[in-house]
């Protein structure tokens, strides 16, 4: 989705920003309107690659995780863009929508209180990815689950390594910057 939305507005995200097709470059580079646009699409990709193991495999544990945790890895690292997508985060959080949508309702709530708070997006993504695999995991009594979705998170955190690298150096742009309209081109 963010690929052909940046082409139809003559942008390629892979140039500006993060250099990522993700919703929170989308947002830096083509406005909040292509950012929620691309948000839904990645949050519903993962909440239907959920949705749809756990009723072709209803006996199967842990399946729904399974499949989550492809759908964001096949987000991270999609085959017909020579393996270069977003960061995750957002079918991060269709996935957890599907695994108990009450919390990630909860997480969802705190990523923006985190985000508005320290004006950071990748704060309160990486608070969320690093909370939901211990409370989901210790909800279920389920380690198998937390290291399911370990992996992710892992993969997750590096990917938003110059994110930290950025914020520790004060270059990071920050949400109110990009409400502001400021751009950051590679």
């Given at each position: 989705?963010?690929?052909?939305?940046?082409r139809l507005k003559g942008v390629d995200l892979r140039l500006g920003g993060s250099g990522n097709l993700g919703a929170s470059?989308?947002?830096?580079?083509?406005?909040w309107r292509a950012g929620v646009?691309?948000?839904?699409?990645d949050i519903g990709k993962a909440a239907i690659?959920?949705?749809?193991?756990?009723?072709?495999y209803p006996?199967?544990?842990?399946?729904?995780?399974?499949?989550?945790?492809?759908?964001?890895?096949?987000?991270?690292?999609?085959?017909?863009m020579r393996f270069r997508g977003?960061?995750?985060?957002?079918a991060y959080i269709g996935m957890t929508l599907a695994l108990n949508w009450k919390f990630a309702l909860a997480v969802m709530v705190m990523v923006l209180m985190v985000t508005i708070i320290t004006d950071y997006i990748v704060v309160?993504?990486?608070a969320t990815v690093l909370l939901v695999?211990?409370?989901?995991?210790?909800?279920?009594?389920?380690?198998?689950?937390?290291?399911?979705?370990l992996l992710a998170t892992a993969v997750i955190l590096y990917k938003h390594k110059e994110n930290y690298v950025r914020m520790k150096r004060g270059t990071e742009i920050g949400l109110r910057s990009a409400a502001r309209g400021e751009r950051r081109v590679r």
């Open positions: 989705m963010a690929l052909y939305l940046s470059n989308a947002t830096l580079l083509l406005g646009l691309v948000a839904l699409h690659a959920v949705v749809l193991a756990e009723l072709i006996d199967v544990k842990n399946i729904g995780a399974v499949a989550g945790v492809a759908a964001v890895m096949g987000h991270i690292f999609p085959a017909p977003g960061k995750g985060f957002a309160g993504t990486t695999p211990g409370y989901l995991g210790w909800e279920q009594r389920n380690l198998l689950l937390a290291i399911i979705l």
